[in-house]
């Protein structure tokens, strides 16, 4: 089947360590993203990417990295520079840039202690 | 790209039809207009995109007038299940889209 996997579900980090999350697409998508949402509220863009070896900051970059070296995957480093990291993050891919339709990853809650 | 504005919250009750209006003042002339469902703890699923007039499809139906600067998201007879948060989002095409906070629909028994 093909689809968006994200890994780990749930995450729980010490304050102070960077942590990686995970994210792989098997739709031969172009473009991926990465969105972080806090409870209660919509989401907001971090990083997305229309091309392998090229992405672009959103809306909320700062104290996150990205990196995407093959078309299946784009991982997103929280990095100790990220004054408050707990969240759910959501990992998306489409075909094209923006106008395409996105289609989501399960998300990985993470929590730091 | 188009900032959009739509309610916090709607209630409704199985079997009835849901509209949810959102206003895009500022939409450009290549702007598409988006909407996407999410339930907790999941990410969101596209439902429905149009530009202009009427676009429907098997879950449902999307209203944009002549002058763009709103559009409706039509739910048929909702059921439990589409209990909700429903997004509008503008797109231009060179940016990645931008989620506000949503409409979040109560369906009641």
């Known amino acids: 089947d093909g689809g968006i996997t994200q890994s780990p579900k749930y995450l729980f980090r010490k304050e102070g360590q960077n942590v990686t999350l995970s994210c792989e697409q098997n739709?031969?998508?172009?473009?991926m993203y990465w969105y972080r949402q806090d409870p209660g509220q919509g989401l907001r863009l971090i990083y997305y990417?229309?091309?392998?070896?090229?992405?672009q900051k959103g809306d909320i970059a700062e104290g996150y990295s990205v990196s995407r070296e093959k078309k299946e995957s784009f991982p997103l480093t929280v990095t100790s520079a990220q004054k408050n990291p707990t969240a759910f993050y959501l990992c998306?891919?489409?075909?094209?840039?923006?106008?395409?339709?996105?289609?989501f990853g399960p998300g990985t809650r993470l929590t730091v202690l | 790209l188009a900032k959009t504005t739509q309610p916090i919250s709607m209630d409704s009750y199985e079997g009835q039809e849901v509209n949810i209006t959102c206003s895009h003042n500022?939409?450009?002339?290549?702007?598409?207009i988006t909407w996407y469902q999410q339930f907790p703890s999941q990410g969101p699923r596209f439902i429905i995109q149009?530009?202009?007039t009427k676009v429907t499809n098997e879950v449902a139906s999307l209203f944009i007038p002549a002058d763009r600067k709103s559009s409706t998201l039509s739910l048929p007879r909702v059921s439990l299940s589409d209990t909700a948060v429903y997004y509008c989002?503008?797109?231009?095409?060179?940016?990645?889209?931008?989620f506000g906070s949503g409409t979040r629909l109560q369906v009641q028994p």
């Open positions: 149009g530009y202009k």
């Open positions: 990417s229309q091309i392998v070896n090229d992405f």
């Open positions: 500022n939409i450009a002339t290549n702007d598409y």
């Open positions: 989002l503008g797109a231009q095409g060179r940016r990645a889209l931008t």
């Open positions: 739709l031969n998508h172009d473009a």
């Open positions: 998306a891919s489409s075909i094209l840039l923006v106008a395409d339709e996105q289609f």
